[in-house]
C-alpha cells in the first residue's frame, strides 16, 4: 500500500516504510508486540520484510503515548531499533512522542524507518530536519554553498561538491570535490551513471536516491562503532600464535566518551588500533554505523580524529600556523580556512596562544594543539592514544573535561590512558586484562562494583588485574556471564550491513598535487628557517672547512699545473679534490639525515588523511636542491677566492667545479633521505653518519689504490664520481711529470699515475656527472618505496 490515503485519525499509530512502501499499525491496547510472526506479534508486518525480526518490538502505554523497547522486552531483535544511531534496549525503553521517527536497520539501503504519530498528543518530538529533493527535469547541486540545490554544511564537503544531471532516463553524478563522493562504497571517479537505487557518500551525509528522489538519510553527526569478537593473534618467539586481543565485543554508541584502561602491555593500544581500523583482526570486525570500517576505511577516513601518543604538530611552528598549515592540507580549498582556524582555537582554549611556538608550549598545550589538528574537519568520532600522559594532575583533569565537552557535542570519543583520576567522566570504561582480555565495560562506577575493591579507587583495580594471567582469565570469564555483558554489550550490539566487502580501501585523493607541493614546500620553508643556527651551520660548514685547507697548503697553489715539473704536485691537488668532495659529502648528508625521520609521526597521521607521497617527497626534493644550490654558491665562491683557477680544459672551473659540487650535495642528500626513511629513531640516523662517510673515505680511490675488486666496489660511492668530475675539469693527469729515468733504464716510481678516472674528456666528466644523477635517482626512488611500505593500506 503507497501512502496516498489521507484518514482522520485520532488514535495513535505507526506508521512503517520500507523501500518506499509504507504501512500503519493502530495502537489501542495497554500493550503491543510488533514483528514479521503472526503466532507472537499482534501487530503483524509483511512476512518479506527481512529486517524485521519474528517479534522486533514491544509497546506499553505511558500516559497518552505509548514507551517502545527491542525485542519482546527481553530478548533483543536482530537487527535493533536506533534513534539517532543509539540502540534501544530490551530494558530500557523509549517514550515515544508525536513525530518520532526511528530506524530498524543500519543500512541506509534497506533500514525500515518508524515513525510514531498521536494527533491528539500533547507533546511533539524533536526529530532532526530531514530533507529530500526530485532529481526530475533538472540539474542539481549539492556541497556547502548556502545556494546549493542542497546543502550539505561539513568543513569536508566542498561548496561545488558534486552535480546530478538527467540524462533521458539516467541521472549522471559529477564530482567535483577534493574529499570524492562515494557511490554504494566505491568513489567515484570523475563521473557515473547512478544505479537505479543506491547510497551516495557525501563527506559525513549519507543519501539515498530512489526513484527520482534524492534523501539524506543520515547527517553522520551520529556515530556508533560495534566491535565484534575482535581476535589478533601474532607469532610468538617460539613460532606459537600470541594473542594479542581475545575475542573482544564491544558497543559504543553516538556521543559516548569511552576510556580503554588497563595495565602496561595489556593491549589497550591495540584495541583502539583495531577499533579505528588501522590494525588487521584475525577474527572479528569493527563496524561504524554498520559499515565494515576496515574495508571502508576510505570513506571514512577524513571523518575520523585520530591523536596518536606522539605529538603530530611540529614543534618549530607557531600554533596558528600548526592549525592553517592542517587546515589547507585536509579541508576543500574553497574553505574559509581564517575562520575554521578560529573556531578551533576557541575549542581547544587557546585563542590567545596562536602566534606562540608550539616549542614553547606546555606538553598539555601541545596535546591540546595535537587535538586542534584533528578538530578542524569537525570528526564524530574521536580516537585518542595517551593524551594525559606525562601531564600533572591539574592538566590531565582540564584535559578530560575537555574531552567530555567534546562527547557532550555529540562526538564519540574513545581514548586510552592510564591516569584513573578523571575516569569517572567517561561514560565507558573498558577494563583491558593482559592477552587483549575485556574484563570490563559498562559505567565507572559500576567497574568498582563488578570487581568487588571495597574502595572507590580505580587504581585498585589496576592492582587485581595485574596479580597474573589466571586471575584476568577468570575476570574476563566472570564479565562475560554477567549482566553488565548482557546489559553493555550484548544488548546494545548491532550486526552489521552485510554490504559488499572491499579488499582495498579507495584512496583519498585529497587536495591536487601541486596545491599539496606548494603547501608543504612552504611549510617546510618556514620549519628551515625557523632554525637559523642549523641553517647557518649547514650553509658555513663546509666553506669553512674548504678554507682551512688554505691554510694547510700554504703558499702552494695546488690546482695550477706547475712550470717545473713536481712529482708532489698531482697528489696534493688530489687530497685538496678530495677535501672538496668530503666536504660537500658531510654537508649534504647532515642536512638531509633526519628530515624524514624527525616527523615521523606527523607523516604516518598527515598519510591516512590524504598526504600525497610524491607532494610530500618532492616538497622535501625542493627545499633540499634550494639549499645545496645556496651551499655550492658560498662553497664556490670561498674556493675561487682561495685557490688560483687551474686553466680550462674542457670547461670553465668556475663551472666545473660549480656543477660538481651541486651533483655531489643532491646525491649526497638524496643518499640521506634514504636512510631517514629507514632507520627507525633520530638518534640511529645520527649514529648512522659515521657509518655512511667511512666507506666513501676509504673507496674513493683517492687515499688507496683500487684493485679490480675495489674499484668495482668505489661504483657504489659517491665520493668517486664527485673525485673523479672535480679530477676531470682540473685535469690531474696533466700535473704527472714525465718519470726520471734512472741510468739502469728504470723509472723512479711515481706517488700518482694518470688513470682513466681523471682523463679530461667530455665523455669521462658527463660519466662522472651521470654517476652522481643515476645515485640520486637511485636513492629516491628506494625512498619512495620505503616511505610506501610504511601505508597502513597498501
Ligand atoms: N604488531 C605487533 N606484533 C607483536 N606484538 C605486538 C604488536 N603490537 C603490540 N604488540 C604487543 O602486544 C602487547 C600489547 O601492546 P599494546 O601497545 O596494545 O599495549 P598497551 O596496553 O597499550 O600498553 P602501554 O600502556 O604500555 O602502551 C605488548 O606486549 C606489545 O609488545
Known sequence: ????????????????????????????????????????????????????????????????????????????????????????????????????????????????????????????????????????????????????????DAPIVSRRHATIEPDGQRYILRDHSANGVFVNGTRVNGSLVLPADCTIQIGPFTLVCR???????????????????????????????????????????????????????????????????????????????????????????????????????????????????AAKLRLPADTDIAAIVEKTLDQIEMSDRSGVLVSKLSGGQRKRVSIGVELLADPRLFFLDEPTSGLDPGLDKKMMQLLRKLADEGRTVILVTHATANIKLCDRLA???????????????????????????????????????????????????????????????????????????TPSKGTSFLAQLWLLTQRYFQLVRRDPVNLLLSLLTAPIGISLIMLAVGDKNPLILAETPDPTLAPLALRVLFVFSCAALWVGLSSSLQEIIKESAIYLRERLVNLGLFAYLGSKAVILASLALLQTLLIVWVILLGFADPAPTILTWELGVGVTTFLTLIACMSMGLMVSAIVRNASQANSALPLLLLPQIIFSGVLFRMDSLTSKLSWLMLSRWSVGAYGTVVNINAMVPEPTKLPDGSTIPLPFEPTAVYDPSWRNLMLNWGMLCLHAVVYLVVTFWVQKRKDIFK
Open 1 to 152: 500500500m503507497r501512502t496516498s490515503e489521507k484518514t482522520v485519525l485520532t488514535q495513535p499509530y505507526l506508521e512503517l516504510t520500507n523501500q518506499g512502501t509504507t504501512v500503519q499499525r493502530f495502537l489501542t491496547q495497554e500493550q503491543h508486540l510488533l514483528g514479521r510472526d503472526a503466532q507472537r506479534a499482534d501487530l503483524v508486518l509483511p512476512g518479506d520484510w527481512q529486517m524485521i525480526s519474528g517479534c522486533h518490538a514491544l509497546l506499553r502505554r505511558s500516559g497518552e503515548d505509548y514507551c517502545l523497547y527491542d525485542g519482546d522486552g527481553q530478548k533483543p531483535s536482530t537487527n535493533g531499533i536506533f534513534l539517532n544511531r543509539t540502540r534501544i534496549t530490551p530494558s530500557k525503553g523509549y517514550l515515544l512522542k508525536h513525530g518520532a521517527e526511528l530506524r530498524i536497520g543500519q543500512n541506509p539501503h534497506n533500514q525500515v524507518t518508524l515513525i510514531y504519530r498521536n494527533p491528539l498528543g500533547a507533546e511533539v518530538a524533536e526529530m532532526p530536519e530531514t530533507r529530500s529533493l526530485s532529481l526530475k527535469n533538472r540539474t542539481i547541486s549539492l556541497g556547502r554553498d548556502p545556494q546549493a540545490t542542497l546543502e550539505l
Open 211 to 325: 526513484d527520482d528522489v534524492l534523501k539524506v538519510v543520515d547527517r553522520g553527526n551520529q556515530i556508533r562503532l560495534d566491535a565484534w569478537e575482535l581476535v589478533r593473534e601474532v607469532p610468538g618467539k617460539r613460532k606459537e600464535h600470541r594473542r594479542l586481543l581475545d575475542d573482544v565485543s564491544l558497543a559504543i554508541e553516538p556521543g559516548q566518551f569511552v576510556a580503554l584502561v588497563g595495565g602496561s602491555g595489556a593491549g589497550k593500544s591495540t584495541l583502539m588500533r583495531t577499533l579505528l581500523g588501522i590494525d588487521p583482526t584475525d577474527k572479528g570486525v569493527v563496524y561504524l554505523n554498520g559499515t565494515n570500517l576496515r574495508r571502508n576505511f576510505g570513506m571514512y577516513r577524513a571523518q575520523i580524529g585520530y591523536v596518536p601518543q606522539d605529538d603530530i604538530v611540529h614543534r618549530e611552528l607557531t600554533v596558528g600556523e600548526v592549525l592553517t598549515y
Open 431 to 505: 577494563f583491558v586484562g593482559r592477552g587483549g582480555r575485556l574484563c570490563y565495560f559498562g559505567p565507572p562506577l559500576k567497574a568498582l562494583a563488578f570487581f568487588q575493591t571495597g574502595s572507590d579507587d580505580f587504581a585498585d583495580i589496576y592492582n587485581e588485574l595485574e596479580k597474573g594471567e589466571t586471575i584476568v582469565r577468570q575476570w574476563a570469564e566472570r564479565f562475560r556471564h554477567s549482566d553488565d555483558y548482557w546489559q553493555y554489550v550484548t544488548g546494545h550490539l548491532t550486526p552489521g550491513n552485510g554490504n559488499k566487502p572491499r579488499a582495498i580501501p
